[in-house]
């Protein structure tokens, strides 16, 4: 549903409620933000007290939906208004930690380890790019930005 820039205003209402939806699994009660990364949350995500989603292909479609939801304008705008950029900090800070603790799950293959995909490289890439993005001026993104999928299907 993201891919269509037609639906991002309407997806991206006052409510919050989409953007709720993609955020609230990738948060977390130890998130480090500030007082005023906290303000620019949504009412429902400010003084979080859950825990961040653990099932790495779930963090990978929901980082790669608000992605998507970069091909406008708009929506940039909106994500920066928002405080989507404090959220996805800490969510790679926690990725970065979770990896220097432990072994990276690997989804694929044939059994014997062969053709094995790491699902964190490809999120961290997507990531990434996503948090350059929500820091970047306005003025030094193109207009004809073109936000595709960095999903490998």
Do not use: W
């Amino acid at each position: 549903m993201c891919i269509l820039d037609s639906l991002h205003s309407t997806l991206l209402d006052d409510t919050d409620l989409y953007l709720v939806s993609l955020l609230q699994p990738l948060a977390d009660r130890s998130d480090n933000l500030s007082d005023v990364e906290i303000e620019k949350l949504p009412l429902r995500l400010q003084y979080y007290e859950g825990t961040r989603v653990k099932s790495l292909q779930l963090r990978e479609k929901l980082i790669d939906a608000l992605y998507q939801l970069c091909n406008t304008r708009h929506s940039r705008e909106h994500l920066r208004k928002r405080g989507v950029y404090g959220i996805l900090r800490e969510l790679d800070r926690s990725m970065e930690n979770d990896e220097q603790n432990s072994t990276p799950t690997c989804i694929g293959g044939d059994g014997d380890g062969v053709k094995l995909k790491l699902l964190t490289s490809q999120q961290h890439s997507t990531l990434h790019t996503l948090i350059g993005i929500l820091i970047c001026d306005e003025d030094d993104i193109s207009n004809d930005s073109d936000f595709k999928s960095n999903t490998i299907t």
